[in-house]
Protein backbone atom coordinates (compact mmCIF):
# COMPACT_ATOMS: atom_id res chain seq x y z
CA UNK A 1 0.00 0.00 0.00
CA UNK A 2 1.30 3.45 -0.76
CA UNK A 3 -1.04 6.36 0.42
CA UNK A 4 0.04 10.00 -0.39
CA UNK A 5 -2.04 13.10 0.17
CA UNK A 6 -1.17 15.83 -1.55
CA UNK A 7 -1.24 18.77 0.27
CA UNK A 8 -1.03 22.57 -0.44
CA UNK A 9 -0.07 24.48 2.50
CA UNK A 10 -2.96 26.83 3.91
CA UNK A 11 -5.66 24.75 2.09
CA UNK A 12 -8.95 22.70 3.15
CA UNK A 13 -6.54 19.76 2.69
CA UNK A 14 -5.58 19.69 6.28
CA UNK A 15 -9.06 18.41 6.82
CA UNK A 16 -8.16 14.98 5.01
CA UNK A 17 -4.23 15.55 6.81
CA UNK A 18 -6.89 15.37 9.96
CA UNK A 19 -8.58 12.50 8.70
CA UNK A 20 -5.65 10.46 7.95
CA UNK A 21 -4.02 11.27 11.32
CA UNK A 22 -7.48 10.02 13.07
CA UNK A 23 -7.40 6.74 10.95
CA UNK A 24 -3.82 5.71 12.12
CA UNK A 25 -3.11 4.97 8.74
CA UNK A 26 0.46 4.70 7.12
CA UNK A 27 0.85 7.64 4.42
CA UNK A 28 2.86 10.30 3.03
CA UNK A 29 2.21 13.96 2.74
CA UNK A 30 3.50 15.42 -0.78
CA UNK A 31 3.59 19.29 0.45
CA UNK A 32 3.06 22.12 -2.06
CA UNK A 33 3.34 25.56 -1.66
CA UNK A 34 0.95 28.45 -3.02
CA UNK A 35 2.50 31.31 -5.09
CA UNK A 36 3.22 34.35 -2.86
CA UNK A 37 1.75 36.98 -5.65
CA UNK A 38 -1.27 34.74 -6.89
CA UNK A 39 -1.88 32.78 -4.02
CA UNK A 40 -2.14 29.84 -6.50
CA UNK A 41 -1.34 26.76 -6.40
CA UNK A 42 2.30 25.81 -8.26
CA UNK A 43 2.04 24.11 -11.66
CA UNK A 44 3.25 20.81 -10.37
CA UNK A 45 -0.27 19.82 -8.96
CA UNK A 46 -1.17 20.10 -12.92
CA UNK A 47 1.22 16.98 -12.82
CA UNK A 48 -0.68 15.21 -10.44
CA UNK A 49 -4.53 15.84 -11.48
CA UNK A 50 -5.71 17.75 -14.37
CA UNK A 51 -7.51 20.48 -11.96
CA UNK A 52 -4.33 20.88 -10.63
CA UNK A 53 -6.33 21.61 -7.16
CA UNK A 54 -5.32 20.19 -3.49
CA UNK A 55 -6.33 17.58 -2.12
CA UNK A 56 -5.27 14.88 -4.08
CA UNK A 57 -5.40 11.62 -2.89
CA UNK A 58 -3.25 8.97 -4.60
CA UNK A 59 -3.22 5.48 -3.48
CA UNK A 60 -1.42 2.79 -4.99
CA UNK A 61 -1.15 5.34 -7.93
CA UNK A 62 -4.85 5.76 -8.33
CA UNK A 63 -5.42 9.65 -7.94
CA UNK A 64 -8.92 10.97 -6.59
CA UNK A 65 -9.68 14.48 -6.47
CA UNK A 66 -12.45 16.50 -4.61
CA UNK A 67 -12.58 16.35 -0.51
CA UNK A 68 -15.80 14.74 0.12
CA UNK A 69 -14.61 11.85 -1.95
CA UNK A 70 -11.38 11.32 -0.56
CA UNK A 71 -13.06 11.28 3.22
CA UNK A 72 -15.87 8.54 1.44
CA UNK A 73 -13.05 6.72 -0.42
CA UNK A 74 -10.66 6.78 3.14
CA UNK A 75 -13.68 5.67 5.76
CA UNK A 76 -14.71 2.94 3.42
CA UNK A 77 -10.80 1.48 2.28
CA UNK A 78 -9.50 2.28 5.78
CA UNK A 79 -12.69 2.35 8.52
CA UNK A 80 -13.48 -1.33 8.21
CA UNK A 81 -14.70 -0.97 12.11
CA UNK A 82 -16.82 2.24 11.41
CA UNK A 83 -15.14 3.71 14.50
CA UNK A 84 -15.11 7.32 12.08
CA UNK A 85 -18.30 6.66 9.81
CA UNK A 86 -21.55 5.41 10.81
CA UNK A 87 -22.75 2.31 9.45
CA UNK A 88 -25.48 3.15 6.55
CA UNK A 89 -28.12 1.07 8.88
CA UNK A 90 -27.50 3.47 11.82
CA UNK A 91 -30.00 6.35 12.82
CA UNK A 92 -26.92 9.16 12.80
CA UNK A 93 -25.73 7.78 8.94
CA UNK A 94 -28.26 9.90 6.96
CA UNK A 95 -26.81 13.39 9.51
CA UNK A 96 -23.61 12.02 8.86
CA UNK A 97 -23.27 11.79 5.08
CA UNK A 98 -25.12 15.34 4.60
CA UNK A 99 -22.76 16.83 6.80
CA UNK A 100 -19.55 15.09 5.13
CA UNK A 101 -21.05 17.13 1.69
CA UNK A 102 -22.05 20.19 3.57
CA UNK A 103 -18.44 20.53 4.25
CA UNK A 104 -18.06 21.81 0.32
CA UNK A 105 -21.88 22.43 0.08
CA UNK A 106 -24.02 25.05 1.05
CA UNK A 107 -23.12 25.97 4.45
CA UNK A 108 -20.03 26.37 3.43
CA UNK A 109 -19.61 28.71 -0.34
CA UNK A 110 -20.48 31.91 1.24
CA UNK A 111 -17.02 31.80 3.92
CA UNK A 112 -15.56 30.81 0.99
CA UNK A 113 -16.88 33.41 -1.28
CA UNK A 114 -15.93 36.15 1.47
CA UNK A 115 -12.53 35.02 0.45
CA UNK A 116 -13.18 35.72 -3.55
CA UNK A 117 -14.82 38.88 -2.59
CA UNK A 118 -11.75 39.95 -0.96
CA UNK A 119 -9.66 38.78 -3.66
CA UNK A 120 -11.88 40.64 -6.20
CA UNK A 121 -11.90 44.24 -3.93
CA UNK A 122 -15.71 43.72 -3.98
CA UNK A 123 -16.63 44.89 -0.39
CA UNK A 124 -19.56 46.88 0.34
CA UNK A 125 -20.89 45.03 -2.69
CA UNK A 126 -24.32 43.89 -3.08
CA UNK A 127 -22.71 40.30 -3.52
CA UNK A 128 -21.26 40.62 -0.03
CA UNK A 129 -24.11 41.92 2.13
CA UNK A 130 -26.00 38.50 -0.19
CA UNK A 131 -23.00 36.33 1.42
CA UNK A 132 -22.84 37.59 4.51
CA UNK A 133 -26.85 36.57 5.10
CA UNK A 134 -26.02 33.20 3.71
CA UNK A 135 -22.93 32.69 6.57
CA UNK A 136 -25.50 33.96 9.15
CA UNK A 137 -28.14 31.58 7.78
CA UNK A 138 -25.02 28.57 7.94
CA UNK A 139 -24.05 29.39 11.32
CA UNK A 140 -26.91 29.43 12.70
CA UNK A 141 -27.78 25.36 11.53
CA UNK A 142 -24.27 24.96 12.25
CA UNK A 143 -24.60 26.16 15.80
CA UNK A 144 -28.77 24.54 16.14
CA UNK A 145 -27.68 21.25 15.26
CA UNK A 146 -24.71 21.20 17.14
CA UNK A 147 -26.74 22.19 20.09
CA UNK A 148 -28.93 19.00 19.72
CA UNK A 149 -25.93 16.75 18.54
CA UNK A 150 -22.68 16.22 20.34
CA UNK A 151 -20.87 15.85 16.73
CA UNK A 152 -21.88 17.06 13.19
CA UNK A 153 -21.91 13.26 12.19
CA UNK A 154 -24.97 12.99 15.51
CA UNK A 155 -23.64 11.03 18.69
CA UNK A 156 -20.01 10.23 17.88
CA UNK A 157 -16.91 11.84 15.68
CA UNK A 158 -17.02 11.46 12.70
CA UNK A 159 -14.76 12.25 9.31
CA UNK A 160 -17.84 14.67 9.22
CA UNK A 161 -16.05 16.74 12.04
CA UNK A 162 -12.93 16.81 10.19
CA UNK A 163 -14.33 17.84 6.80
CA UNK A 164 -16.78 20.76 8.91
CA UNK A 165 -13.70 21.72 10.93
CA UNK A 166 -11.98 23.91 8.16
CA UNK A 167 -14.75 26.25 7.65
CA UNK A 168 -15.44 26.88 11.56
CA UNK A 169 -12.34 28.29 11.58
CA UNK A 170 -13.41 30.70 9.05
CA UNK A 171 -16.17 31.25 11.92
CA UNK A 172 -13.96 31.56 14.92
CA UNK A 173 -12.63 34.73 13.82
CA UNK A 174 -15.66 36.59 13.20
CA UNK A 175 -16.42 39.14 16.20
CA UNK A 176 -19.93 37.98 17.24
CA UNK A 177 -18.19 34.41 17.86
CA UNK A 178 -19.35 34.64 21.06
CA UNK A 179 -22.98 34.16 19.98
CA UNK A 180 -22.99 30.33 18.60
CA UNK A 181 -21.85 28.98 22.14
CA UNK A 182 -22.30 25.60 20.63
CA UNK A 183 -19.84 25.86 18.34
CA UNK A 184 -17.48 27.14 20.12
CA UNK A 185 -17.95 24.02 22.53
CA UNK A 186 -17.56 22.08 19.64
CA UNK A 187 -14.50 23.52 18.10
CA UNK A 188 -12.93 23.40 22.00
CA UNK A 189 -13.48 19.56 22.45
CA UNK A 190 -12.50 18.77 18.56
CA UNK A 191 -9.08 20.48 18.72
CA UNK A 192 -7.99 18.86 21.75
CA UNK A 193 -7.79 15.85 19.59
CA UNK A 194 -3.87 14.16 19.68
CA UNK A 195 -5.20 14.03 15.78
CA UNK A 196 -5.93 17.33 15.54
CA UNK A 197 -2.59 18.11 17.55
CA UNK A 198 -0.70 15.56 15.15
CA UNK A 199 -2.45 17.68 11.86
CA UNK A 200 -0.92 21.00 13.70
CA UNK A 201 2.03 19.15 13.48
CA UNK A 202 2.59 18.42 10.00
CA UNK A 203 2.59 21.79 8.95
CA UNK A 204 -0.89 23.39 8.01
N1 LIG B 1 -13.99 21.26 -4.50
C1 LIG B 1 -12.59 20.99 -4.29
C2 LIG B 1 -11.88 22.31 -4.11
C3 LIG B 1 -10.39 22.20 -4.28
C4 LIG B 1 -9.72 23.57 -4.20
O1 LIG B 1 -10.22 24.59 -4.72
N2 LIG B 1 -8.57 23.62 -3.52
C5 LIG B 1 -7.85 24.85 -3.33
C6 LIG B 1 -7.18 24.83 -1.95
S1 LIG B 1 -8.17 25.45 -0.67
C7 LIG B 1 -6.71 24.99 -4.31
O2 LIG B 1 -6.07 24.01 -4.63
N3 LIG B 1 -6.43 26.23 -4.73
C8 LIG B 1 -5.28 26.55 -5.51
C9 LIG B 1 -5.58 26.82 -6.96
O3 LIG B 1 -6.77 26.83 -7.33
O4 LIG B 1 -4.63 27.02 -7.71
C10 LIG B 1 -12.45 20.06 -3.08
O5 LIG B 1 -13.43 19.83 -2.37
O6 LIG B 1 -11.38 19.49 -2.84
Same mark, same amino acid.
Given at each position: MSLKLHHLNASRSQRLVWLLEELEVPHEIVHYTRN????LAPESLLEVH @?? %???PLLEDDGVVIAETGAIAEYLVAKYDPDHKLHPR? +? +??DFPKYIEWVHSAEGSPFLPFLMSVYIRVAEAEGSPLEARMNEEQLKAIRFMNQHLSENAYFGGKNFSAADCLMGFGLLFVSM? @??? %???PAIKEWLEKVQARPAFQRMLAVGI
Open positions: TETN @PM %GKSS +D +DER @PDF %GDY
